[in-house]
């Protein structure tokens, strides 16, 4: 974890110099920056909560001088996190002013011509009307938000696999930082549910109507929809508050969250994938995301996946993580 947690500061600085070349630095933008990662930290420790039980499982299993000999690396699983989030969540809200939003078109229209000439909202829509879709919403925000945010932290405290806990973490950050930054500035985009109100038109206003008549305007949903773009149209940094479409770091996370469970226990596949693609279902159904982005992202991470296994890895033998570890010696379990 100590390499995990160098290679995010220096993300963090590379966030830092990219907000700096793009936007006057103010009194106001460093408050801004400050706040949000107090915020950030506070969510943080909320989800962690949920992991008390984990951590009660590994002490009993691996007994207390083990499970005290590694504490530390907790703490660069933590505060990596944290720094993670809050590099992300800076750089993703510089995105429209290193590329202005230009994609949505491209990407709509692809999408629908991938779905035999109808938006696959019109699909999902339909197809919710059989599902307790206002009992799954919360799995979009709420319980994405645990492996999304302490995923490095749940590796480090219950998995003794060097190999695969150095696969995990380059995908956890290969997401955020590749699909969520990179990809990202690449084809910037805002989504179907900003579409209208970024270029004008009703091409996605049927799908707004969907949302109000299912009462989806009127959930935490709704809310952080009317956050983002208040937050988008302020060009702040507020945390969570940037917008990006293509492509879908959610499903990127689901995608390995369905993974990892995998690799770990077979029959706990079944509950990975069904999160999986619950959490793609709502990146349509929310109108975040084009089907094409949640599509890409999946291929994205199975594919670098399948490379990874096909490595012996550990931090030490992936080049850029190599480096930062020649100051340890030899390579560890520090994944």
Known sequence: MKIFFRVVVLYLVVTVIV????RPVTSELLFEAIAATITFFTLFSRASMWLLPLFAGVVVMVGWRRFLAGAHLIGYAVFGSVLLQVAFSFLK???PLIVPFYADPPLADFDKWLHGGVDPWIY?????KALPIHELLPAYLVVWAVPAIAMALIITVSDRDAERTARFIVLYVTCWFVLGNVLAVAGSSVGPVFYDALLGGDRFAALHTALEESG???TRIGLVQHYLWA???EQGIAFGSGISAFPSVHVGIATITALYLAERNRWLAIPGFAFLAIILLLSVYTGYHYAVDGYFSILFIFGLWAVLRRMRLTEASIPFFGLLAKRDGPAQRTA
């Open 216 to 218: 989806v305007k009127d």
């Open 231 to 233: 937050g988008y149209a």
């Open 124 to 128: 999902v829509h339909d197809w919710a």
């Open 93 to 95: 809200c510089t995105i």
């Open 19 to 22: 907000m700096v070349m793009t």
